[in-house]
């Protein structure tokens, strides 16, 4: 079993909308939460950082963590194209290290 | 301020040469980090340090690999010997506390 899980993707919505990316992962014990956007032959940024149970608001941004399910997730509100970029999900375990998913490709369409 | 920076931007070898990948973290940060990053992939925890100190290796594919950051600051991740299965990109980042910033990566290839 991976240590973070992502749906590759593509997703594609259009403009406007929210886009919704989900990430599951295996560690119980793990307490920080990460997103990072990748645009095509660029580093990871990072965009939203989470430690508690609930939503946490950054602009268009909202990232909600279940640590009971160990699911978390980004939504994007207001898709813009400028969005259009692979976000990946990293988890930092007990063991202090930092996993990341494979990404979930994110395309929004004009 | 400056961000994370790598040293060469690509690398281009020949199979069992040795190559010498360079990162300066941002000014200040305790934790470094290095990773590989395969197309179409996550970046992948090869090892990192909290100053001088190697904190934990058990990315590093084989003993072919390995990294020092002797003053705490600039770190070289070395590979002895390279193979054409080391051909990635070379990611190295840097943080104070939980939240970590990249670099823009070196683009290794071995011939």
């Known amino acids: 079993q991976k240590e973070v899980e992502q749906n590759s993707g593509p997703l594609s919505v259009p403009e406007g909308a929210i886009a919704s990316l989900n990430c599951t992962y295996s560690?119980?014990?793990?307490?920080?939460f990460f997103w990072y956007r990748q645009y095509s032959g660029k580093s990871p940024e990072l965009i939203m950082s989470i430690y508690s149970n609930g939503d946490k608001e950054d602009g268009r941004f909202t990232a909600q963590l279940n640590k009971a399910s160990q699911y978390v997730s980004l939504l994007i509100r207001d898709s813009q194209p400028s969005d259009s970029a692979t976000y990946l999900c990293a988890v930092v375990t007990g063991a202090n290290n930092l996993f990341f998913g494979t990404g979930t490709r994110l395309t929004v369409i004009p | 301020g400056a961000g994370v920076s790598q040293s060469p931007r690509y690398k281009v070898t020949k199979r069992g040469q040795d190559v010498a990948l360079r990162c300066d973290p941002i000014?200040?940060?305790?934790?470094l980090y290095w990773y590989r990053q395969a197309l179409g992939q996550g970046p992948e925890f090869l090892t990192y340090?909290?100053?001088?100190?190697?904190?934990?290796k058990s990315g590093l594919p084989n003993d072919r690999f390995s990294a020092e950051r002797p003053e705490g600051s600039i770190s070289t991740l070395t590979i002895q010997r390279t193979e054409q299965r080391d051909s990635a990109m070379y990611r190295c980042?840097?943080?104070?506390?939980?939240?970590?910033?990249f670099g823009p990566g070196t683009r290794l290839t071995v011939l």
């Open positions: 340090f909290n100053y001088e100190a190697q904190q934990d």
């Open positions: 980042a840097s943080s104070t506390r939980n939240e970590q910033f």
């Open positions: 560690d119980r014990v793990s307490q920080s």
């Open positions: 000014s200040g940060h305790v934790s």
